[in-house]
C-alpha cells in the first residue's frame, strides 16, 4: 500500500500571509474531490498565532486549534513542538461551540510533549520586554505578543518547564506549584532590579483560572498523538501541517532577536511530529503579494506613511491577535530566495490579490550592498533597496469580474520568472482572491 504524505503549509514571509484561510480552502478542494486529509496538525508557536477563516461572512479567529474546525472528519492536532495556553486553549473550544455550533472536543489530538504555559508566563513575558525597553529604549523591543510564549520554550528547554503529559500525572500538582514558586521568584527580581510592576490578585485569578482549565482539559485526548498520525500515514491518509508564523521569524534562520521561539521552517514538521523525511509531501508557500510585518526589527522593503495606510485599510492590515496596525512593505524578492533556500517551496499560493488600492506598486528586486545574494546577519545592516515599479490594479471587484485584470496578470508573470530563478523552481499554484473558503483562482494545478 502506498504510504500517505504531509503537505506542508506555511509562510514565506513575515505572518499573516493568510494561511488559515488557504488551508481552508485546501481542506474544501480535497474534501470536493473526495481525498479529504486525515488530520490538520499545527505544529510550533501558540497563541501568538491567529488565523481567521470565514463562514458566510462571521469570522472565526483561530489562535491554537488548526484551521480545519469546518470539516468533522479531520482530526485536530498538537503536536510536541507547539505551546498550550489552557485558559485560552479552552475558551477557544467555547467558541468554536458558541459562534458555529461546532463540538471539536472529540477531534482534538494534544500530544503529550507539547507545552504548557504557566500561569505566569505571560507576565514573565512582559516583564522581559518591560526591562528590554527600559535597558535600549523602545525601538529595540523584541515586539513579543506577550503571551508567554518565549517564556514557555525557554523553560521546556532548560527542563524545569511542563508538558501537557504532566497534567495526568500523579504528581502533577507538586511540579506545578514549583514551577509556579520558581517563576515568582522570577518575577520578583524584575520587580526588584527594574521597578516591575505587577498586582497580586491577577496572579491569584489566573492561577485559579488556569487551574480550571487545566480540569477541562483532561478531558480531551492527550496522549501519544505523533503515534496515531504515523498510523494514518503508514495506512495510506494524508495529512496537513499548519505553519503558525513565518519564516523570518524562525528562531534560527531569521532576523534575531525579532523572532518567535520556534522553528517556523517547514522542515520543523519532522521533528515536531517525530517523522522521517520520507513523508514529506508538497511544500507550500503562502505569501500575500505584499509583505506586512509585526514587531520590533528592520524591514527593509517598507512602503512610505502615506501608501502604507493605504495598504492597512483597505487589507484591514490589524493583528489577529494584537489588533496592532501591520507595517506594509512591497514583496521583497532577497527575502523570498533566501526563505525558498531554507525551505525548498514546491508550490507558492499568493494571496490578496483582490486588494490593491494604488496605481502603482512595486517589488524589492534585492540589496543593493548584496549582490552577491549573500543573506545579512541583521536586516538593520540593509542599506539600499532596489525596488522595480508595475502598473497596479485598482478599482477590481473579483465578485463582478472574475477574470484576473491583465496588470494582476503581468505581477504574477513577473513573479513566476522570479520563481523560475530559485533552486526549488516553485509552481505558482494558486491566487487567493477573498477572505472565504471557496474565493481561489487556481492558476496552474
Ligand atoms: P494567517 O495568520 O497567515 O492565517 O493570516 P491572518 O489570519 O492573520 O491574516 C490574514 C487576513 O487576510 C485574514 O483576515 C484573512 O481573512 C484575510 N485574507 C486571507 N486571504 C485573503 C484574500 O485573498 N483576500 C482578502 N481580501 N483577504 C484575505
New binding site residues.
Given amino acids: 500500500m502506498q504510504k500517505g504524505k504531509i503537505d506542508i503549509f506555511y ?1 514565506p514571509c513575515w ?9 481552508d480552502s485546501a481542506l474544501y478542494k480535497r474534501g470536493q474531490e473526495g481525498n479529504q486529509y486525515k488530520a490538520v496538525v499545527r505544529f510550533q508557536g501558540g497563541p501568538n ?6 463562514r458566510a461572512g462571521v ?1 472565526c ?2 489562535h491554537q486549534i488548526p ?1 480545519a474546525v469546518f470539516y468533522p472528519d479531520v482530526l485536530l492536532v498538537s503536536s510536541s513542538g507547539v505551546v498550550i495556553d489552557p485558559i485560552l486553549y479552552v475558551s477557544e473550544v467555547a467558541e468554536i461551540q458558541e459562534n458555529f455550533s461546532i463540538d471539536v472536543a472529540p477531534r482534538l489530538r494534544i500530544s503529550h510533549r507539547a507545552k504548557l504555559i504557566s500561569p505566569l508566563a505571560p507576565l514573565l513575558d512582559r516583564a522581559e520586554e518591560s526591562r528590554r525597553t527600559g535597558v535600549r529604549g523602545d525601538t529595540n523591543k523584541v515586539g513579543t505578543t506577550g503571551k508567554g510564549i518565549g517564556v514557555a520554550y525557554a523553560s521546556d528547554r532548560a527542563r524545569t518547564g511542563m508538558r501537557l503529559g504532566d497534567i495526568l500525572a500523579p504528581d502533577f500538582m507538586e511540579k506545578f506549584e514549583t514551577l509556579f514558586a520558581f517563576e515568582k521568584m522570577h518575577l520578583a527580581f524584575h520587580v526588584e532590579k527594574f521597578a516591575y510592576e505587577y498586582n497580586e490578585e491577577e496572579i491569584a485569578i489566573r492561577k485559579q483560572k488556569w487551574l480550571e482549565a487545566i480540569e477541562v482539559m483532561r478531558a480531551y485526548m492527550i496522549g501519544d498523538v505523533e503515534h496515531e498520525v504515523r498510523t494514518i500515514l503508514r495506512e495510506g491518509g494524508d495529512v496537513l501541517a499548519e ?4 519564516s523570518m521569524l524562525d528562531i534560527d534562520h531569521g532576523d534575531y532577536p525579532y523572532v518567535t521561539s520556534s522553528s517556523t521552517l517547514p522542515q520543523e514538521i519532522l521533528l515536531s511530529l517525530g517523522v522521517g523525511p520520507e513523508y514529506i509531501g508538497e511544500r507550500i508557500a ?1 505569501m ?1 503579494w505584499y509583505n506586512t510585518k509585526v514587531g520590533g526589527g528592520a524591514f527593509p522593503s517598507r512602503m512610505d506613511a502615506e501608501l502604507e495606510k493605504k495598504f492597512q485599510e483597505a ?3 490589524f ?3 494584537t489588533g496592532r496596525p501591520r507595517m506594509c512593505g512591497w514583496l521583497d524578492l532577497a527575502v523570498l530566495r533566501y526563505v525558498f533556500d531554507l525551505s525548498s517551496p514546491t508550490k507558492v499560493v499568493v ?5 490593491c488600492a494604488v496605481d502603482e506598486v512595486g517589488i524589492a528586486t534585492g540589496y543593493t550592498e548584496y549582490a552577491d545574494g549573500s543573506f545579512p546577519y541583521a536586516l538593520a545592516d540593509v542599506q539600499d533597496v532596489a525596488v522595480e515599479k508595475m502598473p497596479g490594479w485598482p478599482g477590481w471587484n473579483p465578485k463582478e469580474s472574475p477574470e484576473l485584470p491583465p496588470a494582476l496578470r503581468a505581477y504574477l508573470e513577473r513573479l513566476e520568472a522570479f520563481f523560475q530563478t530559485c533552486d526549488s523552481k516553485p509552481l505558482l499554484y494558486a ?6 473558503h471557496e ?2 483562482y487556481y492558476w496552474k494545478n
Avoid at 498565532?49 to 470565514?54: E, M, Q, S, W
Avoid at 494571496?351 to 486588494?355: G, L, S, V, W
Avoid at 491566487?431 to 472565504?436: A, C, Q
Wanted: net charge negative; glycine share 22%; proline share 2%.
Fill in positions: 509562510g505572518c499573516d500571509e493568510g494561511k488559515g484561510k488557504i488551508v498565532a491567529g488565523h481567521t477563516l470565514y469570522k479567529v483561530l484551521s505553519g503558525a508564523q513565518g503562502i500575500k487589507g484591514g492590515e493583528g489577529a491577535t494571496t490578496k490579490a483582490d486588494i491566487v487567493s482572491i477573498g477572505p472565504e474565493d481561489m
